[in-house]
């Protein structure tokens, strides 16, 4: 059994680095299997030759497109590992960060890890956000609460790692337009501790292709952060409106 499942949803679009997300994989001591589901047929994920020739590599495509959050699920269903990294196409975890966030879960309390991240514009624009948080073990509910007070979360879920019965526990990936990994965390944190690991984990790449970048996605999220309140109200949190 691997340690780590790494979660890819993958669509069809020039800005997918799986290429480079491999190579980072590649350069971890842990050991790991990746999943990558297709978001449609498979004949549309263009995968690189390295990538298809790797024996951990485990790829299932949908038939059809069902959106993030469904497809995420998918290869959530085909897990075999305790931690789940979820390792968006067209970002690139750090060299390392696999094993540096894997290392959190030496605590059975722990339900989630998350580090730093870095964000990337295409004119070579970076920011790197301070960190909310002191290293180490944060107790159930801390992230929860700043999101229900502040509808903003002071972390990264794109590069974060989830145990995977906490996963499970929380019913996965929620099945929203958008917020569907806000959706997994408020679940996963009003049940389990986190541990916020020091140092940059993940570069998060801003680019022409994001569906998240879009008006008509924009408008879905600001619906679907009312669900999302009403979720976080039903676990306990207090809901600033």
Known sequence: MPDVSIITAVAPRPANRLDL???ALDAAEASWEWLLQI???EDGGALPPDVRADPRVRVQANG????????????????????????D????????????LAAAFADPAVGL?????????????????????APGLQAPGTIGRIWAAERWVPLHLAGAMWRTT??????GWTALAGGSDIGLMLGVDAAW????????TFVYHHHEHQVTAGDRWRGL??????????RAHALGFTVAR
């Open 89 to 100: 196409s067209d970002d690139v975890p750090v060299a390392g960060a696999l094993d540096r």
């Open 113 to 133: 890890a998350f580090g730093d991240w870095v964000e990337q514009w295409p004119g070579g624009d970076e920011w790197r956000p301070q960190a909310r948080f």
């Open 193 to 200: 501790a986190s541990w916020y690991v020091p140092g940059e």
């Open 64 to 87: 059809r497109r069902e959106g993030i959050a469904l497809t995420r699920n998918r290869a959530l269903a085909r897990a075999r590992s305790p931690l789940l990294l979820n390792a």
């Open 39 to 41: 978001d449609g047929d």
């Open 221 to 230: 999220f600001e619906q679907d952060t009312e669900l999302l309140a009403a």
């Open 21 to 23: 997300i491999h190579r």
């Open 166 to 171: 906490a996963v499970l526990a929380a019913g």
